[in-house]
């Protein structure tokens, strides 16, 4: 088992979920009820922000050892701005087809708002990510991230690991004491008044989410020194943070369910809300998360080694599933893969809004055409790789590289 392999099998497991969750239908889609997340607060978006943060950490630590912090910085800041054309691109995508199609603006009133490419006072605070259409907030996140990553991973290799995990633990407590209103509330407020546009308008909370991709990135720089040994680390023969993690997350899948089908009793939601604010990456989500992320890395990592016949099995049916040819392909790719499936779900939404409403067995069909067309960018960047020079369409593909 290669652990890059395994690392693009879990991007491609969660990119595919994050379309199935995200294609929208009237009367809603079955599909979206199997998922990981009416198990345990633990999301698609917060693993991808992870591996995100994990992989960037292991290769350009790597660049930094070899040739030098602005080598390495530069390929960072090369890499921000070349999602950052990504992100802008598919939004300019998006916002021609609100004029070229019948009723698109309408359709997509509540996910746009009032940008257009007509009013450009509309557009200046998407540019600059201050307003983020629907769908279209992890790119900006991420973004963000990246230009302060350097510094990150520079300060690990330095053997401030420890430091930065301090810094990133107290800039997550910030953000669920609201500090960050001292200066989003006055730019709101800014923003409606001389924009076009309704105010703020962002997913996530910078401050809150960054302890999961500076997480990742820590864990990947000190792989990349070598300063960790994972078969140490997770040790088949010392289960008793697995066994932990496991009984955190028996712990709170009762409380899922209860708030995914709106069972808690209101007096205990009104506490228990509070804790799990999911645009801040409250406690529950951040405990929770940490809990199934090391649970998951156990049962891959130490799991084959375990004595107990079943955990061996886990363990091999994990390691099957995020080793699959399909998975693997879209993790490669996988951030050009999420702005292409924003403008799918842009599509479906379309369709599904101007027609009457469809039956489960045809929304399925549609969601199972669309995880197909999912990998039509990951195809196209792969083709030499996946089809060769030998194939009648080589010299063509050669020709328009």
Partial sequence: ?????????????????????????????????????????????????????LLTGMVYARKMIKDGYIVGRDRIWSRALELYKYAMGIILVVLILQIALPSGAAAWQNWLGPTSLFDVATLAPVATFL???????????????????????????????????????????????????????????????????????????????????????????????????????????????????????????????????????????????????????????????????????????????????????IAAFLTSLFTLNFLQLLGRHSLQIYVWHVLIVYVVYYLDGRTPELSQVTKTVIALAALALLTLPALWRDRERLFGQSTLLGPWLKGTA
């Fill in 1 to 53: 088992m290669r652990r890059l392999d395994v690392i693009d099998g879990m991007r491609g497991y969660f990119l595919v979920f994050m379309l199935i969750n995200h294609l929208v239908f009237a009367g809603g889609l079955w599909l979206v009820e199997i998922n990981h997340r009416n198990l345990a607060f633990v999301e698609d978006a917060q693993g991808f922000v992870f591996l995100s943060g």
């Fill in 131 to 313: 307003v983020q259409p629907t769908f279209m907030d992890i790119l900006p996140q991420y973004i963000v991230y990246m230009l302060f990553a350097p510094m990150v991973i520079w300060l690990c290799l330095r053997g401030q690991w420890l430091g930065v995990m301090i810094g990133s633990l107290l800039i997550w407590l910030s953000a669920q004491l609201g500090l960050q209103r001292l200066i989003t509330y006055p730019l709101n407020e800014w923003i409606a008044g001389n924009t076009g546009q309704e105010g703020l308008r962002v997913s996530f909370n910078l401050l809150g989410w960054q302890i999961v991709f500076f997480a990742g990135i820590i864990a990947g720089t000190l792989t990349s020194m070598q300063k960790i040994e994972w078969q140490k680390v997770f040790d088949p023969n010392r289960a008793t943070l697995a066994w932990t993690a496991l009984a955190i997350t028996l712990f709170f899948l009762p409380l899922r369910i209860a708030t995914a089908h709106g069972l808690m009793p209101g007096v205990v939601l009104e506490k228990f809300g509070l804790m799990e604010v999911r645009a801040d990456f409250g406690p529950v989500y951040l405990i929770n998360f940490a809990a199934v992320a090391y649970g998951l890395a156990w049962l891959l990592i130490a799991g084959p080694r375990h004595q107990n016949a079943t955990i061996q099995k």
